[in-house]
């Protein structure tokens, strides 16, 4: 016995009445012409389309990640505990620039205008020109030092216990400076978890 | 075995030969789309009635073959599988429609009625809208045994594999819900 011979039997079996009746799916249902030929065409151009738009939100994402990382690393560097030590990092690397192309040129540039600011001056450069800030020259500037001490004052890192800080430092010490603060500070993470009265109390001191 | 399921079981292998290798995965999935809309269509077409929701429901079952096919490792018949994966899709569908339905449709035995009558691709006599009212009182489990075994044709055995059921409890659905449509039909006519 076959399996449609089976399956009726059983069905006129259960109820002969229902056995009698047209079985066929597709009676009274229709489908617009050329239906199956233009499927697969629709189809293709949807998964592309939703290919597409969930390529470009992955990368807005990432963008937007960038870009809100880079702003409250720099609002940070700006708090009054940052603030002096930021400075102080930017004119040295300004400084460094300009001696090293004075000396390399054999030239008799004047020093750059920022290299004569004071720190106050020098916080209110950087806000004016952030956008010639690029992320390398925030990491450049950026002294390990200030990582670490991000690392302990921060709510979002938390050791379990000593031997696990211990053997988070001994690693720390194998890896670049920026390296060894993004990976085991978690910086992102860190930053995102300031408050906005983070940065009121740095704004209320002067900073920005 | 019966030369129909040799050729299926043929067609399987050759599609996920060709699902397999990246550069002729583009062919693969057409092939796959060519072999089995026409089935998968009707089968959706049953659960949900009208063409508009059918081809919804059947784009929406392709696009995820088309995202888990990578991770289909052939522990199940190929068909099997995409049966499953309409079937789920098609559940879902009634279940969101059922909860944004309006008060008229809720009442699923009267609007299924109203629905068949405005849809421009439905043609069939009283008794065909009657059976089909007869489907939409059933739960929706013994609605989607029904249709898998009186619709589809398919083995006790295959339905277990789709649904993750037993093959007894799935014969007492079909049981139960022959016989809920047989009263329904009968006292319609």
Known sequence: ?208 | MSAESENNKDTEKKILSQLRNSQSFEQGFSTLVQTYQERLYWHIRKMVTLHDDADEVLQNTFIKIFKGIKNFRGESKLYTWLYRIATNESLTFLKKRKKYATIELDNEESGIYNTLKADSYFDGDEATIILNKALETLPSKQKQVFIMRYYDQLTYKDISDMLDTSVGGLKASYHHAVKKIESFVKNAL
Do not use: C
């Not at chain 1, 002096?84 to 690397?93: G, N, P």
């Not at chain 1, 106050?120 to 990582?147: A, G, K, R, W």
């Open chain 1, 1 to 208: 016995m076959n399996k449609k011979d089976e399956i009726n039997n059983e069905l006129n079996e259960i109820s002969p009445f229902l056995s009698d009746l047209n079985k066929d799916r597709k009676e009274g249902f229709s489908i617009p012409k050329n239906y199956f030929d233009n499927f697969e065409n629709r189809l293709m151009s949807r998964i592309r389309e939703e290919e597409a738009l969930s390529g470009s939100k992955i990368a807005d994402s990432v963008d937007n990640t960038i870009f809100s990382w880079i702003q409250n690393a720099v609002k940070l560097l700006f708090t009054p505990k940052y603030a002096v030590s930021f400075s102080i990092a930017v004119v040295a690397v300004v400084f460094g620039i300009q001696f090293f192309s004075i000396s390399t040129s054999n030239t008799t540039q004047e020093p750059s205008l920022i290299a004569q600011l004071s720190i106050e001056e020098t916080h209110l450069f950087i806000v004016n020109n952030i956008h010639d800030f690029s992320i390398d020259d925030i990491i450049e500037i950026v002294e390990t030092e200030v990582i670490e001490d991000l690392h302990i004052d921060l709510p979002s890192l938390h050791y379990e216990n000593k031997n696990e800080k211990q053997v988070i430092n001994k690693e720390k010490d194998k890896q670049s400076s920026f390296d060894k603060a993004l990976e085991s500070a978690e910086a992102k993470n860190l930053f995102d978890e300031l408050s906005d009265e983070d940065f009121d109390e740095a704004y209320d001191e002067g900073y920005f």
